[in-house]
């Protein structure tokens, strides 16, 4: 049995507590590079929730996971809006495997 | 391209047609992967990108209910409100085997007290905008697992799809053309080989014949 962990800046990730996902809060790269060290190492948790701005800082580690069945990172937009971050993800992967962007064109 | 020197000798030739029988028929069977793989990934990117515009809005509307009840209520109320969660949630991830890459399957089970009964607070001191902010989140909250499931799974085939296409394209490209160079070099060797040796053996014969023509003449005169 697995967790869920949501991570980002107080305001964006407090909401999803009460639905009973585990919350961390962090501001400054460091600590949200420690936290998702943490988060990500700890094997407890299927799912890595993070704000597009906190992912922004750390890029690289997220990085490391992609290749791992576990933990899934996925990106949500914060409270101070979305980057698109998390679509051009999606964009990154439709280049990769099929060579050019055929689906975001429209 | 490095050209590899093999030996022009028949146990090679054997060697190297059956290698070449082991590439084409593996080349055959990566491009089905290839395909198959596009197809199915093709099909979950779209579900990925439609549940991820539907999240993004959902968390959007919830993040400016939130903010409204932020704005409404103070902080240390708003902070101890979300404190104690009332639901815990758990998943159980299982691999799916699609096509030699495993996807995860994510089940999720909520332990709450009552169907709908989310709120961690009492209705008294929270701004109602904080109910609608914490409702909209859990109505959004299975397609954000969707999400996570389906985005990981693109992820991971897209990785495949790419290492399969290199398998494919360095069979077609490099090793299948370098095999049927190597199998046309050693024929052509071999047959030359056969031609010298043929060559050899009928002037050998000719010289013999001439010979035996020359002692007979002498014996003649």
């Known amino acids: 049995m697995y967790s869920i962990a949501v991570m980002g800046d107080r305001d964006s990730v407090a909401g999803f507590g009460a639905l009973g996902l585990e919350t961390r ?8 590079m420690k936290t998702f060290r943490q988060l990500a190492s700890s094997g407890r948790y299927a799912v ?3 704000t597009e701005k906190a992912a922004a800082m750390i890029s690289d580690e997220i990085e490391k996971y992609n290749e791992a069945m576990l933990p899934a990172v996925i990106l949500i937009p914060g409270v101070s809006g979305n980057t698109g971050m998390g679509i051009a993800g999606v964009k990154k992967s439709v280049e990769k495997a099929v060579g050019s962007d055929i689906i975001f064109n429209d | 391209m490095a050209m590899t020197q093999v030996n022009p000798t028949r146990m090679e030739l054997t060697r190297q047609k059956s290698k070449l029988v082991t590439a084409i028929r593996g080349h055959k ?3 089905d992967k290839r395909d198959e793989l596009m197809r199915r990934f093709l ?32 902080d240390p109320a708003l902070k101890t409100a979300l404190l104690a969660p009332k639901q815990s949630v758990s998943v159980s991830v299982a691999a799916k085997n699609v096509m030699s890459v495993d996807i995860p399957v994510m089940d999720y089970k909520t332990g709450s007290p009552g169907e709908g009964d989310i709120f961690s607070y009492g209705f008294a001191f929270t701004s109602g905008d904080l109910d609608d902010a914490v409702r909209s989140l859990n109505d959004i909250f299975p397609k ?35 095999y049927q160079r190597q199998i046309k070099y050693i024929t052509m060797k071999l047959d030359e080989n056969e031609r010298s040796t043929q060559i050899r053996l ?3 014969k000719d010289m013999m014949i001439k010979e035996n023509i020359e002692q007979k003449r002498a014996k003649m005169a």
């Open chain 2, 144 to 178: 954000l697992l969707k999400l996570a499931e389906c985005e990981k799974s693109c992820r991971l085939m897209a990785d495949e799809i790419e290492k399969t296409r290199r398998r494919v394209n360095a069979l077609e490209h490099v090793m299948i053309p370098e």
């Open chain 2, 29 to 31: 069977l990566l491009k």
């Open chain 1, 48 to 50: 890595i929730y993070i």
């Open chain 2, 202 to 204: 009928m002037k050998v």
């Open chain 2, 43 to 74: 099909d979950l990117v779209r579900l990925n990108k439609q549940l991820r515009e539907e999240v993004e809005e959902g968390i959007r509307a919830a993040n400016r209910r939130f903010v409204l009840a932020a704005a409404v209520m103070n």
């Open chain 1, 25 to 32: 809060f962090t501001d400054e790269p460091r600590e949200t």
